[in-house]
């Protein structure tokens, strides 16, 4: 009798998202006005997250970090009893806490660089004067650019100007009153007054909008699933709500815990090397590992500058961003894949783009919350049957051999007006 052939490998989370998608793609039809329809309602939603910043970033860090302090809030409130208004206030007040402490454990030394800032310009400029001659090369070709530029603006003005004159026009051109230095003074406090009080004006609302999201989130996400309609409406819900808590609040804890290790290794280093306020550098190096790729590469470029105005030669200069670039290699090429290959697998052309595309929307905290945004775009595809195709886009390269689905399945004893753990009260 011949030996019976195993059965084979079920198929990977992969090749059952890629059938979805081929699926999709093979039955959709997209015409012309549906496309222009679309393309104008995601211009509208740029255009609106652009212009209401003030109001919608907080929202979103309010959110992000909601998802983040999700399982201490938890650990909080079933282990030990605490109501959930009061072990969210608690969650808020040590985090905050310790953000402010060590903000004004560095805020001296900060304060103390910046004041040197003059000094430290004239030390580069001696420290880089063998590539004064290079530069002067640059900047000879930029002028002559320039120039070129302005004579062929020049010659369009005063066309444009004589056209303008001929029907009769008259053309008034007003040039800056004296006082101009006390104006131009009065006008940069005042920027800087308005931006501080922006700033805190976001801040304040963050902290509200998070302490609610932490004391009753959950009643919130009750409510909405209850209006489903179907069981499977309900089940798809509370699945896309529980994988995107699971895995964006697992990334950023262990980017958390990642990128604080590598700000302690930046921060002995610097010690080691005799480098003064290491604590400031190495709060520096662990800010910037949430941006991908640019954040370290301003780290280095930051302990170069630093160290050509601490040590006497540019060959002792390059040691410390030399160790920061082993640090970031070995953390980015091996540990944190490592950690989250399994479980947190995007595109990274993809990321890239998405960095560029937040940092230019919201700046610094567009570029922090690139990454999570991007997760949550996938885990919606991946639920929604129109969007798979982008899900799968969106997806990180392939593997040869079977993995764990990117995205934790919930068990199937979920009824539907029940929901998991996160919605216990």
């Given amino acids: 009798m011949p030996p019976e052939t195993p059965p084979p490998p079920p198929p990977s989370y992969e090749q059952v998202q890629q059938q979805r998608a081929i699926e999709v793609m093979r039955h959709s039809r997209l015409d012309t006005r549906t496309a222009c329809l679309l393309l104008l309602s995601v211009l509208a939603v740029f255009y609106t997250l652009y212009f209401a910043s003030a109001i919608i970033l907080p ?5 992000v970090v909601n998802l983040l302090l999700s399982s201490p809030l938890r650990f909080l409130h079933t282990r030990l009893h605490l109501p959930k208004p009061l072990a969210a206030l608690c969650l808020i007040l040590c985090v905050f806490g310790v ?4 903000g004004t454990a560095i805020s001296v030394p900060a304060t103390g660089w910046l004041e040197r800032a003059p000094e430290a310009i ?4 001696e420290r880089l004067a063998f590539l004064r001659g290079p530069f002067q090369l640059l900047t000879g070709a930029s002028d002559r650019i320039h120039n070129f530029l302005s004579i062929a603006g020049g010659h369009a003005t005063a066309a444009a100007t004589d056209a303008q004159t001929q029907d009769g026009h008259v053309i008034i051109v007003s040039s800056p009153t004296g006082g101009g230095g006390v104006a131009g003074l009065d006008r940069f406090s005042s ?3 308005l931006g501080t009080q922006a700033f805190m004006g976001q801040f304040f609302t963050m902290i509200l909008m998070l302490f609610f999201l932490l004391a009753q989130g959950d009643s919130l996400l009750r409510r909405f699933v209850e209006i489903m309609p179907t069981f499977a409406d309900k089940r798809r819900t509370v699945q896309i709500a529980y994988q995107i808590e699971r895995n964006v609040s697992e990334y950023l804890a262990t980017i958390t815990i990642i990128n604080s290790l590598v700000g302690v290794v930046n921060m002995v280093q610097c010690w080691l090397l005799g480098m003064p306020n290491p604590l400031l550098w190495g709060v520096m190096a662990f800010l910037l590992n949430y941006i991908p790729i640019i954040g370290p590469m301003m780290g280095i470029i930051i302990y170069f500058l630093v160290g050509l105005f601490v040590y006497p030669s540019v060959w002792q200069a390059l040691l410390p961003p030399a160790i920061y670039l082993c640090i970031h290699l070995t953390e980015g090429e091996t540990i944190t894949p490592m950690v989250l290959a399994r479980r947190f697998t995007l595109n990274p052309v993809l990321v890239m783009a998405s960095l560029m595309f937040w940092d230019w929307l919201w700046g610094i905290f567009g570029a ?3 990454v999570p945004l991007l997760a949550v775009f996938k885990i919606i595809c991946d639920h929604v049957e129109i969007l798979t195709p ?4 969106v997806g990180g390269p392939a593997h040869p ?3 764990k689905p990117l995205f ?7 009824t539907p007006g029940e929901d998991p753990d996160r919605l216990e009260d």
């Avoid at 929202?59 to 959110?63: C, F, N, R, T, V």
């Fill in 401 to 403: 051999a079977p993995q």
């Fill in 408 to 414: 934790t399945e919930m068990p199937d004893s979920t």
């Fill in 99 to 102: 953000v402010g402490a060590v």
């Fill in 191 to 193: 920027s800087i007054l």
């Fill in 390 to 393: 982008l899900g799968h886009i």
């Fill in 59 to 63: 929202m979103i860090l309010a959110l």
């Fill in 122 to 125: 004239n030390t580069l400029q």
């Fill in 368 to 370: 922090f919350l690139s």
